[in-house]
């Protein structure tokens, strides 16, 4: 029985297209004689857009002796990006995608009744700091952006002030940062709100403040407003403005966020967001507690309190500044588990059904996005991505969400939101008594045991290998069905058997 896959996630050898180090101006699309983009094809793989991928083949590379593969900057340090194969699988692969089923979707969305052309902003930090970078932003395609946090206090910052935790491919999977706001003043950023607004009507500026007392929440809320901003968002969850009034200490207590969004209402008749902090326990007091001092909506999440690690030569933690480090904020895909956690339990609060929630934390290509609007958020907001792979990747944002609901005939992105909130329930009322056994591939399986290695060591003793063929073998008498080997499985060579069965000690099941 083949491994079942969904069509939109094709098959094809990421590993391959993950080597690209996604050129700033590609020298590989300047190579083709043909006039083609294989850095933009290659830039939708990375980011899971297939279907924008195989719209990036332009041209015939079966006779083509691939000068891209000899342009690209790995030649003669590493190997080459294997270009032409990939192309080629591409376009053998484009026989399975999924056809739409309508022709057109509807991208756009709103905050609190302000439009948004589509879902994705920048979220307050260095990103959207300056006039320049918004323009930048806009112009790419970016609906909004939630300008860097305003305020009347100086800022001092240090250096350095990142540091990262890699995947393999040396991505970003974690990101910590010790930044803190704005370094404009208020009168500098008011004029840069100001130009926006005359230069770009269409897009969303929200408007990030921190105020270190009621009298300037509610300051700056009014000169932001009249200065043009579309949204107020409180940001009640810095955590590297710790104090005893600022940043995520305001997020750890609910007669602060109460009294702070209080008073921002009072400077404001815009729509008002409070961003909260992850470093709690449980979010839902906070927004209720934001709610009840007037919020229309939510922003979260933050960043999370952390410390990626230590120099093991200069015993000092990261980032090193003059021998010392801080406790930092977290971003980037690892944390995307716990923000989709906090969304959900926002999104499922009976009292907060009618407040706008503004979702991110770990959104990198589209499926995250979706993710985060099927928990309920109704807007997304990026950062750690943007610092990584630039403003380009709004395009792979936008082509995979259209091409996903175009393939499912879903019209407009509204119907997304919370699509999924139903499925999670509590811890009594999950089913516990059925197995699903898993289902070897043999066709697709390399042979590696893997699968085996995992389930005796970190499982149930539930596959036998033999090593003369190297096929792994389901002991049905032991499996528990906890699927281990699906997930460490790099060929996805194991499914799911259509067919589940009630627990018996006695039930065997054979492949």
């Known amino acids: 029985m083949k491994a079942e896959v969904p069509q939109y996630m094709m098959f094809y050898d990421r590993s391959e297209a993950s080597k690209c180090l996604l050129c700033c101006d590609p020298v590989c699309s300047k190579a083709c004689p043909q006039g083609a983009d294989p850095g933009g094809m290659l830039r939708s793989l990375f980011f899971r857009n297939y279907i924008g991928a195989v719209r990036r083949i332009t041209c015939n590379c079966t006779y083509c002796n691939a000068p891209c593969e000899k342009a690209c900057v790995l030649n003669g340090k590493k190997s080459p990006v294997g270009i032409r194969n990939l192309m080629l699988q591409l376009t053998e692969d484009a026989r399975v995608l999924p056809k739409s089923k309508i022709d057109k979707v509807d991208l756009s969305t709103d905050i609190c009744g302000v439009k948004l052309e589509n879902p994705f902003l920048l979220s307050s930090s260095v990103v959207a700091s300056s006039y320049d970078m918004c323009r930048r932003a806009f112009e790419a395609g970016w609906a909004g952006v939630s300008f860097k946090t305003i305020c009347s206090f100086p800022q001092h910052e240090t250096s350095?002030?990142?540091?990262?935790?890699?995947?393999?491919?040396?991505?970003?999977?974690?990101?910590?940062?010790?930044?803190?706001?704005?370094?404009?003043?208020?009168?500098?950023?008011?004029?840069?709100?100001?130009?926006?607004?005359?230069?770009?009507?269409?897009?969303?500026?929200?408007?990030?403040?921190?105020?270190?007392?009621?009298?300037?929440?509610?300051?700056?809320?009014?000169?932001?407003?009249?200065?043009?901003?579309?949204?107020?968002?409180c940001n009640f969850s810095c955590p590297n403005m710790e104090d005893d009034q600022l940043g995520s200490t305001i997020g750890q207590s609910e007669e602060l966020i109460e009294r702070f969004t209080r008073a921002t209402k009072r400077g404001t008749n815009l729509p008002v967001l409070a961003k909260l902090t992850p470093n709690v326990a449980d979010m839902v007091p906070m927004a209720l507690a934001a709610k009840h001092g007037g919020a229309d909506g939510i922003s979260a999440i933050n960043t999370i309190n952390s410390?990626?690690?230590?120099?093991?030569?200069?015993?000092?933690?990261?980032?090193?500044?003059?021998?010392?480090?801080?406790?930092?904020?977290?971003?980037?895909?690892?944390?995307?588990?716990?923000?989709?956690?906090?969304?959900?339990?926002?999104?499922?609060?009976?009292?907060?059904?009618?407040?706008?929630?503004?979702?991110?934390?770990?959104?990198?290509?589209?499926?995250?996005?979706?993710?985060?609007?099927?928990?309920?958020?109704?807007?997304?907001?990026?950062?750690?991505?943007?610092?990584?792979?630039?403003?380009?990747?709004?395009?792979?944002?936008?082509?995979?969400?259209?091409?996903?609901?175009?393939?499912?005939?879903?019209?407009?992105?509204?119907?997304?939101?919370?699509?999924?909130?139903?499925?999670?329930?509590?811890?009594?009322?999950?089913?516990?008594?059925?197995?699903?056994?898993?289902?070897?591939?043999?066709?697709?399986?390399?042979?590696?045991?893997?699968?085996?290695?995992?389930c005796m060591d970190g499982g149930h003793q539930a596959i036998q290998f033999d090593l003369s063929d190297r096929r792994p073998i389901l002991l049905g008498t032991k499996c528990v069905g906890c699927h281990l080997c699906r997930l460490v499985c790099s060929e996805k060579a194991i499914s799911t058997a259509k067919k589940s069965i009630k627990r018996n000690p006695n039930t065997e099941c054979t492949n």
Request: charged share 25%; proline share 2%.
């Open 160 to 233: 350095p002030r990142f540091s990262a935790i890699r995947h393999h491919s040396n991505a970003f999977c974690g990101f910590k940062n010790i930044e803190q706001l704005s370094d404009h003043s208020v009168e500098e950023n008011m004029q840069i709100f100001e130009q926006l607004r005359r230069e770009f009507p269409a897009k969303v500026i929200i408007a990030s403040i921190m105020g270190q007392n009621e009298k300037e929440w509610s300051d700056l809320a009014a000169k932001c407003e009249k200065a043009g901003a579309s949204v107020i968002e």
């Open 307 to 454: 410390i990626t690690g230590v120099d093991i030569d200069t015993l000092v933690a990261l980032p090193a500044v003059s021998g010392k480090s801080i406790i930092g904020g977290y971003s980037g895909s690892a944390v995307k588990p716990i923000a989709l956690r906090f969304i959900s339990d926002i999104s499922r609060c009976e009292e907060l059904k009618d407040m706008h929630i503004s979702g991110m934390g770990g959104i990198e290509i589209w499926r995250d996005a979706l993710e985060f609007m099927l928990l309920g958020a109704g807007s997304l907001q990026v950062t750690t991505a943007v610092m990584q792979y630039g403003y380009r990747i709004i395009d792979d944002l936008i082509e995979g969400l259209e091409a996903y609901m175009k393939s499912k005939g879903v019209s407009s992105i509204k119907d997304m939101i919370g699509g999924a909130s139903g499925s999670i329930v509590n811890h009594q009322s999950i089913e516990r008594d059925t197995i699903l056994f898993p289902v070897f591939d043999y066709d697709r399986c390399n042979g590696c045991g893997r699968c085996y290695i995992s």
